[in-house]
């Protein structure tokens, strides 16, 4: 099986509160786990990605945890901003990328 | 430093015409990948590509696709015999390839629209 689970499917969070996306895989040989967000009209833009050999990666405001046994990864948007409205999508792969069906994220003011 | 330039942005086609899609990879990136998102939908890998070489078309439809990335000039994704099921946004994405080098970097999409 190649499929990425991710969710939730939409999330409102308030200015300056943390935003979090899960996402699930089931392949063991992915060994790059990147995220992208997308707005509306536009490419996905990477955001941020992380490797099986560490459980942590941060970047500014956004963290990647990684737990290998548990084959699941997380997105933490600290400190969210209107701005962050965005659809977010966690991907999978090794060579070619699996991609999860996509966070909609609204940051209210 | 360009990015990924896809074109057109925007494409209209009737039911049984042709759409050429277009992707010129980042100065320096030799792999090129196609995806497709519909909808309130996820990138749907279709086709990854190097210079003149098909690695992996496992997300490729059977019938009416297409795609190569020939020595000189962008990657084409061909679609023959448009339906309107084939109505989505197409994003190619490039690389530089090799081991530590796979993050993909991702053009602005074409629209499809058939009519």
Redesign the interface.
């Known amino acids: 099986q190649q499929q990425v689970k991710q969710s939730p499917q939409s999330l409102i969070v308030q200015k300056g509160g943390i935003s979090i996306i899960n996402c699930a895989y089931e392949n063991t040989a992915f060994d790059y786990f990147p995220w992208y967000q997308q707005f509306p009209g536009k490419g996905p833009a990477l955001l941020i990605a992380i490797r099986p050999d560490v459980s942590e990666k941060k970047e500014g405001r956004f963290t990647i945890s990684f737990n290998k046994s548990a084959k699941q990864f997380s997105l933490h948007i600290m400190d969210s901003q209107p701005g962050d409205s965005a659809t977010y999508f966690c991907a999978a792969g090794y060579s070619t990328l699996t991609f999860g069906k996509g966070t909609m994220l609204l940051v209210s003011p | 430093n360009a990015g990924?330039m896809q074109n057109p942005r925007h494409l209209v086609r009737r039911r049984g015409q042709e759409a050429r899609l277009r992707c010129s990879p980042m100065k320096g990136h030799s792999h090129v990948?196609w995806?497709r998102q519909l909808p309130?939908?996820?990138?749907?890998?279709m086709v990854?590509l190097q210079k003149e070489n098909i690695?992996?078309e496992s997300?490729m439809p059977k019938e009416r696709f297409s795609a190569e990335f020939p020595k000189e000039g962008p990657s084409i994704l061909r679609i023959q015999q448009v339906v309107r099921g084939d109505s989505a946004a197409y994003?190619c994405a490039s690389s530089p390839g090799g081991k530590g080098q796979?993050?993909?970097?991702?053009?602005?999409?074409t629209r499809l629209l058939v009519l």
Do not use: A
Not at chain 2, 40 to 45: D, I, P, R, V
Not at chain 2, 102 to 109: I, L, N, S, V
């Open positions: 990924v990948y995806y309130e939908e996820g990138l749907k890998f990854y690695i992996d997300g994003f796979e993050t993909q970097y991702f053009g602005p999409g």
